[in-house]
T-cell receptor, first 118, second 112 residues
Framework: EAGVAQSPRYKIIEKRQSVAFWCNPI?????LYWYQQILGQGPKLLIQ????????DSQLPKDRFSAERLKGVDSTLKIQPAKLEDSAVYLCASSFRTSGGISTDTQYFGPGTRLTVL | DQQVKQNSPSLSVQEGRISILNCDYT??????FLWYKKYPAEGPTFLISISSIKDKNEDGRFTVFLNKSAKHLSLHIVPSQPGDSAVYFC???????????FGQGTELSVKP
């Protein structure tokens, strides 16, 4: 079974530029998550999708971050404009979650995209 | 506010000995706890979990203990192997599959 795919793996940009990250979850996984992991800290949830609907985006800085999951499969996370404090690893995760159901529901993570903002 | 805390940033253990990684939480609403393991340049990998209705869960060399009254959980690795060297994150959520709140991580180094 293929895992969660993310691209690019690394990205270096200047502050005020824009950047986009792509995630392809495990086939059949309805729930998709984007996390931000700043060096020395644990991952912090930015946004959670159930199919193509947003479940939780309470910690997404909506003035500069946006995310979409068209057709309920792939997802993109965009930052525009980037700030120095956005330097982090952006992790995508997916889990199998039926509507209203609670199953094993482990979150499987991709390798992440390391963003450096100069 | 840091709802999940791992107060030891690093731990060094000799191969064959026990590794004990600790985690404290503040929110009594958490009812499911997980440990993830992370190697450099890879995403976190699920290791073991425990529901709040249990106080112990075992999977091979890995055992997680939960003390709800102390709001404390620990991961025991016995015996420790060099391949266990990684960063370990504990995480908590309100229901299985919900939003995970992660600790800061503990870097484990197992020396041959």
């Amino acid at each position: 079974e293929a895992g969660v795919a993310q691209s690019p793996r690394y990205k270096i940009i200047e502050k005020r530029q824009s950047v986009a990250f792509w995630c392809n979850p495990i086939s059949g996984h309805a729930t998709l998550y984007w996390y931000q992991q700043i060096l020395g800290q644990g991952p912090k949830l930015l946004i959670q999708f159930q199919n193509n609907g947003v479940v939780d985006d309470s910690q997404l800085p909506k003035d500069r971050f946006s995310a979409e999951r068209l057709k309920g499969v792939d997802s993109t996370l965009k930052i525009q404009p980037a700030k120095l404090e956005d330097s982090a690893v952006y992790l995508c995760a997916s889990s199998f979650r039926t509507s209203g159901g609670i199953s094993t529901d482990t979150q499987y993570f991709g390798p992440g995209t390391r963003l450096t903002v100069l | 506010d840091q709802q999940v805390k791992q107060n030891s940033p690093s731990l060094s253990v000799q191969e064959g000995r026990i590794s004990i990684l600790n985690c404290d939480y503040t929110n009594s609403m958490f009812d499911y706890f997980l440990w993830y393991k992370k190697y450099p340049a890879e995403g976190p990998t699920f290791l073991i979990s425990i529901s709040s209705i249990k106080d112990k869960n075992e999977d091979g060399r890995f055992t997680v203990f939960l003390n709800k009254s102390a709001k404390h959980l620990s991961l025991h690795i016995v015996p420790s192997q060099p391949g266990d060297s990684a960063v370990y994150f504990c995480a908590a959520c309100y229901n299985q599959g919900g939003k995970l709140i992660f600790g800061q991580g503990t870097e484990l180094s197992v020396k041959p």
